[in-house]
């Protein structure tokens, strides 16, 4: 069966600079990660921007990226850093001379240093020092973007950051900081979208992390409805000044009753008998639901910018891009505007609080060489986004 996806169709692949580039001074570098790595060179994309964009351009029409924070401003309000501009200028035109369409993220969970020493998204000031760097960066690179994602997962940020503790600031069952994040983060996404559209009118548009949160038990009734509400609905609720709303899907969260990972409940899902990645259990079908769900409540064009499988065995991964594919399908045939999908992630890169052995990459990177090898995921992929169809036995 032969599923084709609508024209002009954008198939792309998704990265952040956090997780591919040297770290800038950020908060995020020097981080000591699960499986012991350190985040400080990280794949060394910064160094290598030639022949990354040749694997980049090979993979799509499209490519979701987001430069470093640190590297282009240096201090409050201070103006941009021109060699830095001028780099990552000469990446982009790379990128659109080969045709691909370019979608900007903002802001991918690391803040500088000098953000930090203000008070960080806890602060007041926090969402106007966004808004003046939003502003300079619309005009620094706005005729090179296609597209604009303002912040990457809010809901996830706050909650790793203020209530679980997993990524800087590290704080934990802070609920007043985190509503206090979410509502800066909220103020500066809606300002952020001003200032790109007085310069450019291109799509602006927001991603919700999404997952399928599923109750197994009465207890476990709560807390996933309490996770559903909150991520599905209230936090996204805040980033309604959108042109296309962005999902992540990863898979499913079963609460039985507390929430279900590989990564922090090790051995359940085999226990169990049911499929999973290093890090969630496998749920292909939860992404065409989210898709409904998202369409039924803001009628807006929706892309999915992120969606990947933490794995070593890539034979998994093909599969997982068959099954979330088809799952899209579904969706567009349900009626969902869906206009592209960003497979997470091109490379091999530093998997946030987890570290480098957990892969997601299509493209896979040697620890210590850092040389690029595609895997038979990136030519699978590749096919698919040339022919803008997936052929299914
Ligand atoms: C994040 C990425 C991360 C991926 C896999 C997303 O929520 O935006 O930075 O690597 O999930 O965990």
Known sequence: MKLTFPEGFLWGTSTSALQIESAGNHDWRGLKAKDSSILYKNIEHDLRRNEDAEIIASLGNAYRFSPDWSKLQREPKGELETKVIDGYRNFMGTLKDRGIHLMFVLHHFANPDWFVNVGSWTAE???ELFRDYSKKVASAFGDLVDSWNTINEPGL???YGYLSGNFPPYKKAR???ALKVLNNMSTAHNLAYDEIKEKYDRPV???NDTMNFHAESLLGKILARTADWTKLDYVP??????DFVGLSYYGRIPFRPGPITEVNTPGIFD???RPHDNIWEYYPEGLRDMLIRFEKKYRKPIIITENGCCTDDDDQRIQSIKDHLKAAHDAIKSGVNLKGYFHWSTFDNFELHLGLSYRFGLVGVDSKTLERKPKGSA???EIIAKNNFLEII
């Open 125 to 127: 000031e926090s969402a």
């Open 157 to 159: 940020y706050i909650d």
């Open 175 to 177: 609920l007043i900081s």
């Open 205 to 207: 548009g927001i991603s």
């Open 237 to 242: 609720d805040k980033f309604k000044k959108v």
């Open 271 to 273: 226990e169990l008998g």
């Open 379 to 381: 030519l699978f992929y």
